[in-house]
Protein backbone atom coordinates (compact mmCIF):
# COMPACT_ATOMS: atom_id res chain seq x y z
CA UNK A 1 0.00 0.00 0.00
CA UNK A 2 1.09 3.73 -0.74
CA UNK A 3 0.85 7.08 1.65
CA UNK A 4 0.56 10.72 0.74
CA UNK A 5 3.33 12.65 3.08
CA UNK A 6 1.22 15.46 4.90
CA UNK A 7 3.40 18.24 5.85
CA UNK A 8 3.25 21.47 8.31
CA UNK A 9 1.40 23.38 5.75
CA UNK A 10 -1.36 20.71 4.26
CA UNK A 11 0.76 19.51 1.12
CA UNK A 12 0.73 16.41 -0.37
CA UNK A 13 4.15 14.19 -1.15
CA UNK A 14 4.29 11.30 -2.73
CA UNK A 15 3.22 8.67 -3.02
CA UNK A 16 5.32 6.67 -1.09
CA UNK A 17 5.34 3.00 -0.64
CA UNK A 18 7.05 1.86 3.36
CA UNK A 19 10.05 0.94 1.64
CA UNK A 20 10.68 4.54 0.59
CA UNK A 21 8.81 5.93 3.68
CA UNK A 22 11.79 4.03 5.27
CA UNK A 23 14.23 5.49 3.69
CA UNK A 24 12.98 9.13 4.33
CA UNK A 25 12.84 8.39 7.85
CA UNK A 26 16.33 7.23 7.64
CA UNK A 27 17.66 10.86 6.02
CA UNK A 28 15.69 12.80 9.05
CA UNK A 29 12.97 13.25 6.66
CA UNK A 30 9.92 11.55 8.69
CA UNK A 31 9.60 11.44 12.05
CA UNK A 32 7.05 9.35 14.04
CA UNK A 33 4.41 12.42 14.07
CA UNK A 34 4.59 12.88 10.26
CA UNK A 35 1.04 12.49 9.41
CA UNK A 36 0.41 10.06 6.56
CA UNK A 37 -3.31 9.16 4.25
CA UNK A 38 -3.62 6.16 2.47
CA UNK A 39 -3.60 6.24 -1.26
CA UNK A 40 -6.30 3.96 -1.17
CA UNK A 41 -9.33 5.57 1.22
CA UNK A 42 -7.42 8.71 1.79
CA UNK A 43 -7.55 7.58 6.04
CA UNK A 44 -4.88 9.13 7.99
CA UNK A 45 -2.60 8.23 10.67
CA UNK A 46 1.09 9.12 12.14
CA UNK A 47 3.87 7.44 11.00
CA UNK A 48 4.79 6.20 14.16
CA UNK A 49 1.40 4.01 13.80
CA UNK A 50 2.34 2.13 10.83
CA UNK A 51 3.58 -1.38 10.94
CA UNK A 52 6.76 -1.82 9.35
CA UNK A 53 7.91 1.74 9.48
CA UNK A 54 11.78 2.05 11.31
CA UNK A 55 12.71 4.91 12.26
CA UNK A 56 16.21 5.78 13.88
CA UNK A 57 17.67 4.43 16.96
CA UNK A 58 16.12 0.96 16.84
CA UNK A 59 12.81 -0.25 17.22
CA UNK A 60 10.43 -0.88 14.58
CA UNK A 61 6.69 0.67 15.44
CA UNK A 62 3.78 -1.87 17.07
CA UNK A 63 2.58 -4.10 14.88
CA UNK A 64 -0.93 -4.41 16.50
CA UNK A 65 -2.09 -0.37 15.99
CA UNK A 66 -4.68 0.53 14.21
CA UNK A 67 -4.36 0.63 10.58
CA UNK A 68 -6.97 0.83 7.53
CA UNK A 69 -8.75 -2.23 6.26
CA UNK A 70 -6.30 -2.57 3.54
CA UNK A 71 -4.18 -5.09 3.04
CA UNK A 72 -1.20 -5.14 5.96
CA UNK A 73 2.44 -3.91 5.35
CA UNK A 74 4.93 -6.37 5.59
CA UNK A 75 5.61 -7.47 9.33
CA UNK A 76 9.23 -7.11 9.51
CA UNK A 77 10.52 -3.36 9.07
CA UNK A 78 11.93 -2.96 5.68
CA UNK A 79 15.34 -1.57 6.16
CA UNK A 80 16.44 1.52 3.46
CA UNK A 81 19.64 -0.63 2.76
CA UNK A 82 17.33 -3.34 1.28
CA UNK A 83 15.54 -1.28 -1.60
CA UNK A 84 15.76 -2.79 -4.94
CA UNK A 85 14.39 -0.89 -8.33
CA UNK A 86 12.27 -3.75 -10.14
CA UNK A 87 14.87 -3.76 -13.03
CA UNK A 88 17.44 -0.98 -12.57
CA UNK A 89 19.30 -2.20 -8.88
CA UNK A 90 19.47 -0.15 -6.06
CA UNK A 91 20.15 3.17 -7.22
CA UNK A 92 18.21 5.91 -6.40
CA UNK A 93 17.69 8.78 -8.85
CA UNK A 94 17.23 12.87 -7.79
CA UNK A 95 14.67 14.99 -10.27
CA UNK A 96 16.24 17.79 -11.66
CA UNK A 97 13.90 20.47 -12.58
CA UNK A 98 13.90 23.01 -15.30
CA UNK A 99 15.40 25.75 -12.35
CA UNK A 100 18.22 23.48 -11.59
CA UNK A 101 16.24 22.09 -8.41
CA UNK A 102 16.32 18.78 -6.89
CA UNK A 103 14.28 16.44 -6.27
CA UNK A 104 14.32 13.38 -4.50
CA UNK A 105 16.15 11.14 -4.03
CA UNK A 106 13.87 7.94 -5.33
CA UNK A 107 14.15 4.65 -6.45
CA UNK A 108 12.65 3.17 -9.90
CA UNK A 109 9.40 2.14 -8.36
CA UNK A 110 8.66 5.57 -7.25
CA UNK A 111 9.83 7.82 -10.22
CA UNK A 112 6.82 5.14 -12.36
CA UNK A 113 4.81 6.13 -9.55
CA UNK A 114 5.48 9.44 -10.68
CA UNK A 115 5.38 8.95 -14.08
CA UNK A 116 2.18 7.66 -13.95
CA UNK A 117 1.09 10.26 -12.16
CA UNK A 118 2.03 12.55 -15.03
CA UNK A 119 4.77 14.58 -13.30
CA UNK A 120 7.70 12.57 -14.82
CA UNK A 121 8.15 12.12 -18.41
CA UNK A 122 10.81 10.62 -20.66
CA UNK A 123 12.60 13.89 -21.16
CA UNK A 124 12.88 14.60 -17.56
CA UNK A 125 16.60 15.03 -16.24
CA UNK A 126 17.39 12.52 -13.80
CA UNK A 127 20.97 12.43 -11.48
CA UNK A 128 22.31 8.48 -9.81
CA UNK A 129 22.31 9.72 -6.16
CA UNK A 130 25.19 7.18 -5.78
CA UNK A 131 27.70 8.61 -8.85
CA UNK A 132 26.20 11.78 -9.92
CA UNK A 133 26.27 10.81 -13.47
CA UNK A 134 22.62 12.16 -15.28
CA UNK A 135 20.62 10.76 -17.70
CA UNK A 136 17.21 11.14 -19.04
CA UNK A 137 14.46 9.40 -17.22
CA UNK A 138 13.79 7.09 -21.01
CA UNK A 139 17.19 6.27 -20.34
CA UNK A 140 17.13 4.45 -16.77
CA UNK A 141 16.05 0.71 -16.41
CA UNK A 142 12.63 0.00 -14.44
CA UNK A 143 10.83 3.27 -14.76
CA UNK A 144 7.21 2.51 -16.70
CA UNK A 145 5.85 5.07 -18.19
CA UNK A 146 1.91 5.61 -18.87
CA UNK A 147 2.05 4.82 -22.64
CA UNK A 148 2.45 1.19 -24.60
CA UNK A 149 4.99 3.30 -27.24
CA UNK A 150 8.54 3.31 -26.64
CA UNK A 151 9.37 6.84 -25.06
CA UNK A 152 11.72 7.61 -27.52
CA UNK A 153 9.36 6.63 -30.55
CA UNK A 154 6.87 9.85 -29.64
CA UNK A 155 8.46 13.29 -29.90
CA UNK A 156 7.55 14.94 -26.19
CA UNK A 157 6.20 18.40 -25.59
CA UNK A 158 9.08 20.36 -23.93
CA UNK A 159 8.52 20.54 -20.14
CA UNK A 160 6.65 23.64 -19.35
CA UNK A 161 5.06 24.02 -22.73
CA UNK A 162 1.31 24.69 -23.52
CA UNK A 163 -0.43 21.41 -23.59
CA UNK A 164 -2.89 19.37 -26.47
CA UNK A 165 -4.76 17.85 -24.53
CA UNK A 166 -5.69 14.35 -24.06
CA UNK A 167 -3.55 12.05 -24.45
CA UNK A 168 -1.61 10.57 -21.86
CA UNK A 169 1.47 10.31 -24.15
CA UNK A 170 1.50 13.81 -23.84
CA UNK A 171 3.57 15.21 -21.31
CA UNK A 172 3.35 19.40 -21.30
CA UNK A 173 4.09 19.85 -17.12
CA UNK A 174 7.14 20.05 -15.75
CA UNK A 175 7.41 17.80 -12.69
CA UNK A 176 6.10 19.22 -9.74
CA UNK A 177 5.08 18.09 -6.02
CA UNK A 178 8.10 16.14 -5.13
CA UNK A 179 8.93 14.64 -1.10
CA UNK A 180 11.29 17.65 -0.89
CA UNK A 181 10.79 18.65 2.59
CA UNK A 182 13.59 20.64 4.03
CA UNK A 183 16.31 18.05 1.82
CA UNK A 184 19.39 20.04 0.50
CA UNK A 185 21.91 18.77 -1.37
CA UNK A 186 24.91 19.85 1.09
CA UNK A 187 27.98 19.84 -1.05
CA UNK A 188 25.89 22.51 -3.74
CA UNK A 189 27.79 25.61 -4.11
CA UNK A 190 30.21 24.71 -1.18
CA UNK A 191 33.52 25.24 -3.13
CA UNK A 192 32.20 28.63 -4.39
CA UNK A 193 31.24 29.57 -0.80
CA UNK A 194 34.72 28.45 0.62
CA UNK A 195 36.11 30.20 -2.05
CA UNK A 196 34.29 33.63 -1.33
CA UNK A 197 34.99 33.61 2.25
CA UNK A 198 39.21 33.36 1.02
CA UNK A 199 38.72 36.24 -1.61
CA UNK A 200 36.53 38.61 1.20
CA UNK A 201 39.34 38.21 3.72
CA UNK A 202 42.32 38.85 1.51
CA UNK A 203 40.31 41.93 0.01
CA UNK A 204 40.27 43.35 3.22
CA UNK A 205 44.44 43.50 3.41
CA UNK A 206 44.68 44.43 -0.30
CA UNK A 207 42.89 44.79 -4.04
CA UNK A 208 39.72 45.10 -3.07
CA UNK A 209 38.34 45.95 -6.17
CA UNK A 210 39.92 42.78 -7.40
CA UNK A 211 39.77 40.36 -4.06
CA UNK A 212 36.72 41.44 -2.58
CA UNK A 213 34.25 41.86 -5.83
CA UNK A 214 35.81 37.99 -6.84
CA UNK A 215 34.16 37.24 -3.65
CA UNK A 216 30.79 38.87 -3.91
CA UNK A 217 30.18 37.16 -7.38
CA UNK A 218 31.43 33.65 -6.26
CA UNK A 219 29.26 34.36 -2.79
CA UNK A 220 26.61 34.67 -5.69
CA UNK A 221 27.14 31.73 -7.59
CA UNK A 222 27.08 29.54 -4.66
CA UNK A 223 23.52 30.94 -3.51
CA UNK A 224 22.24 30.37 -7.27
CA UNK A 225 23.73 26.45 -6.27
CA UNK A 226 21.74 26.17 -3.23
CA UNK A 227 24.30 26.42 -0.96
CA UNK A 228 22.36 28.18 2.71
CA UNK A 229 25.14 30.76 3.12
CA UNK A 230 25.34 32.21 -0.20
CA UNK A 231 23.89 35.07 0.76
CA UNK A 232 26.28 35.76 3.76
CA UNK A 233 29.12 35.35 1.14
CA UNK A 234 27.86 37.68 -1.27
CA UNK A 235 27.23 40.02 1.82
CA UNK A 236 30.72 39.66 3.26
CA UNK A 237 32.21 40.41 -0.28
CA UNK A 238 30.51 43.72 -0.04
CA UNK A 239 31.88 44.88 3.39
CA UNK A 240 35.13 43.43 2.63
CA UNK A 241 35.28 45.88 -0.38
CA UNK A 242 33.75 48.92 1.60
CA UNK A 243 35.86 48.02 4.61
CA UNK A 244 39.04 47.54 1.96
CA UNK A 245 38.23 51.12 0.35
CA UNK A 246 38.43 52.70 3.45
CA UNK A 247 41.24 50.87 4.96
CA UNK A 248 43.08 51.17 1.54
CA UNK A 249 42.64 55.23 1.38
CA UNK A 250 43.28 55.89 5.36
CA UNK A 251 46.67 54.45 4.85
CA UNK A 252 47.47 55.79 1.67
CA UNK A 253 46.61 59.73 3.55
CA UNK A 254 49.37 58.65 6.00
CA UNK A 255 51.65 57.70 2.92
CA UNK A 256 54.55 60.86 3.63
CA UNK A 257 54.75 60.71 -0.46
CA UNK A 258 51.26 60.89 -0.96
CA UNK A 259 51.02 64.03 1.62
CA UNK A 260 53.73 65.79 -0.59
CA UNK A 261 52.05 64.52 -4.05
CA UNK A 262 48.86 66.05 -2.60
CA UNK A 263 50.72 69.55 -0.93
CA UNK A 264 52.03 70.09 -5.07
CA UNK A 265 55.47 69.03 -4.03
CA UNK A 266 56.29 70.71 -1.67
Not at 91 to 100: E, K, L, N
Not at 121 to 132: F, I, M, R, V, Y
Not at 155 to 174: D, E, I, L, V, W
Request: aromatic share 6%.
Amino acid sequence: MQYFVIWTDGQKFGPADVTVLNEWAAQGRLTPTTELESVVDGSRMQAGSLPGLVFPGGASTPSDLGQPAQPSQPSEPVQPTQTSAPVGGADSYFVIGADGSKYGPADAATLSQWAADNRLNPNSELENAATGARATASMVPGIIFPTAAAPAANPMQPMGGPSTGGSTGQYSQAPTNYPRADYSDPNAGKTEFIVSLVMSAIGLLCCPIVFSVTGIVLGSMAKKKGHPNGQVAMILGIVSLVLGCVIGAAVNMSNPAVQSLMNGGR
